[in-house]
């Protein structure tokens, strides 16, 4: 018997937000119009990290007239990591990307993610620093100590994938659930996620991106705090590499298998 096709694969995109009324917006229309123009069924989840401004105002006015579009207050405690983790334990679709508020990712990249996604493997990593990839109005001190902590992680884990610590990127559902429990708070999240995927056996295609600074408002990170809980997180899976003996990799039946074909005489649901 011939596999048989099932519906569109649905995309959710995780957004923390966190005083971004004069980005958020911007980043939502995008999205909005790139995936219903290449006709992808979408949910863009907005988490508010505690905001004082009008952020949630703002996507509540665009959820209004999108079913699409919803928006979640994360009540507390505060932080990037808890904000995304807040996110992936309430999306709703077949995968899912995690985007910045404050426009710097293309929304272009987005449709690449979703056809990697669909087609090609169980999660998609972009870099900005590969041929086609590219950063406009990049710190310059954020940039050089990007460069050396992506170095660090490249020889400790063997791997020649050098973006690790950009936080856009996307997964499979199942992947997240295969990554749980995520412990990170903060923005080290960015690394927890995507090492844990490798190293439970997920198979990942890197493609290249485009990242532009943001035009207003000011970023949340700070390097002078976030230093030690990235290495923390990066020395906590790799340990689980070294150690574990694989006890949290992927079943060995757990193949990736392109979304619209299933094993014969089966059928995948379109949901969770």
């Known amino acids: 018997m011939s596999a048989r096709r099932v519906s569109a694969m649905r995309l959710s995109v995780v957004i923390p937000a966190r005083n971004e009324e004069a980005n958020i917006g911007a980043t939502v229309d995008g999205l909005r119009s790139t995936l219903t123009s290449a006709g992808i069924p979408y949910e863009l989840l907005v988490v508010d990290d505690g905001s004082t401004d009008a952020t ?4 509540e006015a665009r ?7 919803r928006v979640v207050r994360n009540p507390g405690p505060h932080g990037f990591g808890r904000a995304v ?3 992936l334990d309430r999306f709703t679709g077949d995968a899912v990307v995690i985007a910045m508020a404050d426009a710097s990712d293309d929304p272009e990249d987005v449709l690449t993610y979703y056809r990697v996604l669909r087609d090609e493997a169980d999660c998609a990593f972009g870099s900005r620093f590969i041929a086609g990839g590219a950063t406009f109005g990049y710190p310059r001190v954020k940039l050089v100590v990007n460069r050396l902590a992506n170095l660090f992680i490249r020889i400790l884990f ?8 950009n936080a856009f ?8 659930r295969g990554c749980e429990p995520l412990l990170s708070p903060h923005f080290n999240l960015t690394v927890e996620l995507p090492l844990k995927a490798i190293v439970r056996g997920y198979g990942y295609r890197v493609v290249p991106i485009r990242w532009r600074n943001r035009k207003a408002g000011v970023s949340q990170l700070r390097l002078e705090e976030q ?9 906590y899976v790799w340990l689980e590499r070294l150690l574990t003996r694989g006890d949290y990799r992927r079943a060995a039946d757990d193949r990736f298998e392109p979304w ?3 094993e014969p005489g089966s059928l995948r649901s379109s949901g969770r």
């Open 56 to 59: 949630v105002a703002t996507v």
């Open 63 to 69: 959820a209004a007239d999108d079913p699409g579009v």
């Open 85 to 87: 983790r807040f996110g």
């Open 158 to 165: 063997g791997m020649r994938y050098n973006d690790t610590t």
């Open 169 to 176: 990127k996307g997964y499979r559902a199942k992947v997240v």
């Open 227 to 235: 230093g030690s809980r990235y290495l923390f997180i990066v020395l």
């Open 260 to 262: 619209g074909r299933v």
